[in-house]
């Protein structure tokens, strides 16, 4: 197949195009914007550089987008370009162009314009944030994605959803939660946090990507919604916690030393029995054997 992945430059983006472009089988392209031209595009999929064809447009420019789209002519599209996601309360309007604009922007490139063929699915990913919406990121992404349900309804766009709950492991930016918490406890040092109460579904970036590419293999119903988690739920204080175990080197997590966020969903579980039904997926990898990955990744890396 040949297949179009959009946010290859993010943490999730970047597994799936390096998963996808080591197999034989498809031909991967990653739309990226014009930033990463030069000296920056290495830093994207390093040793698979060659293995991609690399299409440059801005997601909020409809006609750039267009022609990126034409250019590789995908029998797949996987979109997780989004602005926000390690800056959930960025500016509204910023929210609402890098999120909803270009969605609609990709939507319209992929399904209205005349080509000789049209992606048999697109995978719009979304963010288990969506069912507070307690943010701009959030909400701006819930609003994309009642888009994507309304074409999928009213015109039969083969669109679905895929939901990866809480993804932690290799490439993560640090301002988010086990990647802060494993840099600060290799580090020795301690790590401020709320009192950590809500419950979340952890999943490791192995095993979403491979829920992403069953989700592409799969042929879904216009408008499926398939949820990435264990079924599981762990605090964030124990998560936390067990980082510090893994590490082992000091320091310790601070309980209460930052204000909880208002609005914030205290439980929820990913629903694994229609990833299961659907796509024949189910997660792999424990919550031990994930963090105790993370942390042999993590202490190469630091030296």
Known sequence: MRVLVTGAAGFIGRALAARLAADDRHQVAILVRDHYRGELLPQVLDDLKDRLLVVFADL?????TARAVRAV??????????????????DVNAAIEKNL????????AAFEQEMDSHPR????????GELSAMNPYAASKSAAWQFCAMFARTRGWPIAGVMPFQTYGPGQHDRHLVSGAMAAALAGEDFPMTEGSQEKDWIYIDDVVDGLIAAGEAELPPGTNIELGTGALHSVAEIVSRVYDVAGKGGRPVFGALPSRAGEVQAHAADVETARALIGWQA???????????YTYMQAQSG
């Open 101 to 108: 604009f270009s969605t609609l922007n990709l939507l319209r």
């Open 60 to 64: 909020r420019d409809y006609q750039n």
């Open 121 to 128: 699915q697109l995978v719009a990913v979304r963010t288990p």
């Open 284 to 294: 792999s990898i424990s919550l031990n054997e994930g963090l105790a990955r993370y």
């Open 73 to 90: 002519r995908p029998d797949l599209v996987y979109h997780l370009a989004a602005g926000g996601i390690s800056d959930p309360y960025l």
